[in-house]
């Protein structure tokens, strides 16, 4: 082995430095833990919120609460655009010196456990690798995008790029314009870019509910006076009790959902719809909830432009041509411009590098029938290694940094147990992680996600609805606070 080929050793290894991977630096820095790189595969660092620029990039968690409990924030309105929430991200990383962490276009290739030593040795595709005692995997669920194969999409001569990333260089302003998708992304693009393209043509495969977004404007006194602690903190805990009432909805309430879900969204489409054959086009037939809903005021006006046309599923793609995209009703429609808003591999492609444990196991085997981890975050067989926003994290109801907080307890516990005992590894135990998944699935059987009639993005190709957690996040945050030695093993 050649002297640049030397793998740098550290106690922490982070994957991703978007706010998964910065909440796991500011739990290290504040536990006295320094010796930790941030390895990020693109050449910038920030994650979600620096990658996806696409026009009308927003949040749609309110902003007080989409923000790190530690790190409160001058918002300027109640739903973040996307450039506010890539200076939040910025100001994140440069108040606590990340960069100087960081190893930016280190995309990792592999991670492997290294028995002999009890640690982890982590290849780049660039050949700069790494040894780490621990391993936290904050790559994100929505980091690697999916566009499926359509036929002849290899032949089409014009411009095309997922949402993911956006082209700033293209100027779209006249042309002609496919969006393929109609999801959360999709739904705000669109209206962003409708009034300035030529036309616009929109195929989408299944509607999506939509409800008003109730955003707001703060004004001069009222961000002085939220830039006080004390009334930050309580218009996060109105916002957060406000959110977690919704899981009685999602789980154990139908007659809720419709009462203040549906109804709601059924009188938005007819408020801002006079069409007939418009609204049923982007009625859904599943329940609400099933899906992902979309916040959006301005969605429905986009599809009742005249330079608009909504494609559903009785009209989607049957080829793409080299000039564009013919329809299944036979019409060649000439593009300049395909965007793809197709989402991302979510569930089965949690983690996009090979993982090989302890004994050889690889990750992919451990995951043959459905991704599981316990708490969503570790596995047996992969010793020290911990994966944030894992399986069964995500939360339909509330803000992702909730989650992502609460498992940073139940890693930094593991870390410091490991510390206390001076042992060197820990590992989940098969039969705590096998309970608990089980729990989770049987309790997911009472959901809309799992019971709602449709097709999502947070189901795994098993079946199994991977994405979501089936509860309150409190119930969550108290799980991964009560840290439990006897579900684990230690070497």
């Not at 690697?144 to 302003?173: A, C, L, M």
């Not at 049923?280 to 969605?299: H, Q």
Request: one cysteine or more; a positive charge; glycine letters at 8%.
């Amino acid at each position: 082995m050649s002297e640049q080929q030397q793998p740098s050793q550290h106690q922490v290894v982070i994957i991703g430095s978007g706010f998964g991977g910065q909440c796991a630096a500011l739990n290290l820095k504040k536990r006295g833990l320094h010796d930790y790189v941030i390895l990020e595969r693109r050449d910038f660092m920030g994650g979600t919120w620096s990658q996806n620029t696409y026009p009308g990039a927003a949040v749609d968690v309110q902003s007080a609460l989409y923000s790190i409990a530690s790190e409160p924030y001058d918002w300027s309105q109640m739903f973040a655009d996307g450039e506010e929430l890539q200076r939040y991200t910025y100001h994140i990383i440069d108040k606590h010196q990340l960069r100087e962490k960081t190893h930016t276009g280190c995309n990792v290739s592999s991670i492997r456990w290294q028995q002999e030593g009890q640690q982890w040795l982590i290849d780049c595709e660039d050949g700069r690798r790494f040894l780490a005692q621990f391993v936290i995997n904050a790559s994100g669920p929505l980091s690697t995008p999916v566009i499926p194969q359509f036929p002849g999409r290899e032949n089409y001569k014009g411009r095309s790029f997922h949402t993911n990333n956006w082209d700033q260089s293209y100027d779209y302003r006249g042309k002609k314009v496919a969006i393929i998708g109609s999801g959360a992304s999709a739904a705000q693009v669109i209206p962003a870019i409708a009034d300035q393209v030529g036309e616009l043509h929109v195929f989408q495969r299944t509607p999506h509910w939509v409800i008003p977004r109730p955003d707001y404007r703060f004004k001069p006194w009222q961000r002085a006076l939220l830039r006080r602690r004390w009334a930050y903190r309580l218009l996060r805990q109105a916002i957060y009790w406000g959110l977690e009432s919704r899981v009685i909805g999602f789980k154990y309430s139908a007659a809720m959902l419709n009462l203040l879900a549906k109804r709601r969204a059924i009188k938005h489409i007819n408020t801002q719809i006079k069409d007939p054959a418009l609204r049923a086009k982007v009625t859904p037939d599943y329940t609400i909830g099933c899906k992902r809903i979309i916040l959006s005021d301005t969605l429905y006006p986009a599809y009742c432009r005249d330079n608009v046309t909504l494609h559903s599923s009785d009209d989607g793609i049957a080829e793409i041509t080299e000039r564009g995209i013919r329809s299944q009703s036979g019409q060649n429609i000439e593009l300049d411009l395909i965007v793809y808003s197709t989402g991302y591999d979510a569930t089965d492609g949690v983690i996009s590098y090979p993982v090989e444990g302890r004994d050889g196991k690889t990750l992919s085997q451990a995951w043959a029938e459905f991704p599981r981890a316990y708490l969503g975050t570790s596995m047996p067989g992969f010793p020290n290694l911990f994966i944030v926003t894992g399986p069964n994290t995500g939360i339909g109801h509330t803000s992702a940094i909730v989650i992502i907080e609460a498992q940073m307890d139940y890693i930094m516990h593991s870390i410091q147990t490991v510390q206390r005992k001076q042992r060197r590894a820990i590992e989940v135990k098969a039969d705590a992680e096998s309970r608990y998944t089980q729990h989770i699935h049987r309790e997911m059987e009472r959901t809309v996600w799992k019971s709602g009639g449709c097709n999502s993005w947070y189901q795994s190709k098993s079946g199994h609805v991977i994405a979501m957690f089936p509860g309150f996040s409190f119930t969550y945050r108290r799980w991964t606070k009560n840290f439990r030695n006897s579900d684990h093993q230690f070497s």
